[in-house]
């Protein structure tokens, strides 16, 4: 059988060639597995996984995996491959069989810090299954933290009860949750515009950090899962306010984790999409200095797809997006006072933490790709103001809003994602060149006044 054919066959839409290819089936008789799924490595030192398996000695099969920024990768043994790429330009690791029958490939990774992070399979022709792999450096050491921190932590679980009371900085944790946060303040640096030098300052945050005792961020570390799977977070507020830990739609105790204390929620992921997570408390105030972040839930099958029959992309991202109210909010809040929320004028806006300059030159947020990759991203909107975001080049397709998956996927070139909410869409690129993702009111562009130093990314086509 031809390699058209094959291509046919497998994405094959028509009756006639649909009863050719039911006519050979057996030529399916290839099979991939992963040597782990879960990589556990102190940083500088080096951990590998390897993928191996059969083709059926007729076509090649392809693999891929984005990169994640923070790890690097290198090349480990490998045989009976056509193609073994460690691309950082496209920012993904390409495996392709050979026809030779049995084939792997090893890939080593290291880190020169801490996180948590998943290689996000973006391509499988052969079946995988778990097909991400989650990398691990540094943390998942249970233990003790906090320089001055009180007792141990007490029993966790289920209902959540609190970690142990404490003095006045750093709590402890249990060490037993699956992920753990840190509630502390931090700093976002805003880079200034290259074409006249303004708008570089930093701006003052509360955010959650999964390093012990580093800054807090924005947003937030990205928690990943599986649909069907539980995942446990153990929240330690370093913070000298009271916090709290909310998942829509996930994880609705709302309870104050006071200074020097910690709390873990328990999160199962009944249903694959994106979720918002914040601190609710203090009327929209700490969730506005910064403690934000994102709920991604992938389906057990298919793990490059928004669900599990929802058309497969090439490349996944993830936009969480904000705006700040710096001088009425983060510097009376974080210098100790109380905010006026009935004020509200934001003058930043941000792109996953980041100003648009920035923003527009980051490979994890941009969608960067062939001609004819379809990137799926995935869209929260952790701000007060709605935004319109736009997409250039091409229209794209609106696949669910707030988790309503639409049945009938609408074509739009702008949506519309209001203050707190969701949305996923699939863009496909369809000619090369460089064009602007960019928001529908001109203020939000800009950041305090600097033009495309708000919400803004690149879409790049070779
Ligand atoms: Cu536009």
């Not at 496209?90 to 049995?102: F, L, N, Y």
């Not at 691990?136 to 007792?151: E, L, Q």
Request: proline share 3%.
């Amino acid at each position: 059988m031809t390699t058209q054919f094959r291509y046919l066959c497998r994405y094959g839409v028509s009756l006639m060639l649909a009863v050719v290819c039911l006519g050979s089936t057996s030529v399916w008789a290839a099979s991939a597995t992963l040597s782990t799924n879960s990589i556990n490595i102190s940083s500088g030192e080096t951990g590998s996984f390897t993928i191996s398996g059969n083709d059926d000695g007729v076509d090649q099969f392809q693999f891929r995996w984005d990169i994640p920024s923070g790890l690097s990768f290198s090349k480990g043994s490998s045989s009976n491959l056509n193609k073994f790429e460690i691309d950082y330009e496209k920012m993904r690791i390409k495996v392709e069989t050979d026809a030779q029958g049995s084939f792997s490939a090893t890939i080593n990774i290291s880190a020169s810090s801490d996180g948590n992070f998943t290689l996000v399979n973006t391509r499988a022709e052969i079946n995988l299954n778990p097909a991400d792999i989650a990398v691990i450096v540094g943390g998942g050491s249970g233990g003790s933290t906090g320089d001055s921190g009180g007792t141990s932590g007490g029993t966790t679980g289920d209902t959540g009860s609190t970690g142990g009371t404490t003095g006045d900085t750093g709590g402890t944790t249990t060490g037993s949750a699956d992920h753990t946060f840190y509630i502390s303040s931090g700093q976002v640096d805003i880079t200034a515009s290259p074409d006249t030098g303004n708008g570089a300052t930093s701006l003052p945050i509360w955010g959650y950090t999964n390093v012990s005792g580093g800054a807090g961020r924005v947003p937030g570390p990205i928690i990943e899962m599986v649909e069907g799977q539980t995942v446990t977070v153990e929240v330690v507020n370093n913070h000298n306010r009271n916090h709290n830990f909310v998942v829509q739609g996930m994880s609705l105790d709302t309870t104050a984790i006071s200074p020097g204390s910690s709390r873990t929620y328990t999160l199962n992921a009944t249903r694959s999409g994106v979720f918002m997570y914040s601190d609710t408390l203090a009327n929209g105030v700490n969730q506005a200095l910064g403690l934000l972040g994102a709920v991604i839930v992938r389906p057990s099958a298919g793990s490059n797809r928004a669900w599990a029959n929802a058309p497969a992309a090439d490349h996944q991202r993830l936009w969480v997006i904000t705006d700040m109210d710096v001088p009425r909010w983060n510097n009376v809040a974080n210098g100790g006072g109380s905010v006026n929320t009935g004020t509200y004028r934001p003058n930043y806006f941000l792109m996953n933490g980041m100003n648009g300059f920035q923003a527009m030159g980051d490979a994890a947020t941009n969608l960067e790709g062939n001609v004819g990759d379809m990137f799926l991203v995935r869209i929260v909107n952790a701000g007060q103001f709605d935004q319109s975001l736009h997409f250039h080049s091409n229209h794209f397709r609106v696949i669910s809003k707030d988790g309503n998956r639409y049945g009938q996927f609408v074509w739009q070139d702008t949506i519309n994602v209001k203050a707190g909410s969701t949305a996923m869409v699939l863009y496909q690129l369809n000619q090369p060149g460089h064009y602007p993702m960019h928001v529908h009111t001109a203020q939000m562009e800009t950041g305090n006044g600097v033009y495309l130093n708000g919400t803004a990314a690149m879409i790049i086509a070779h």
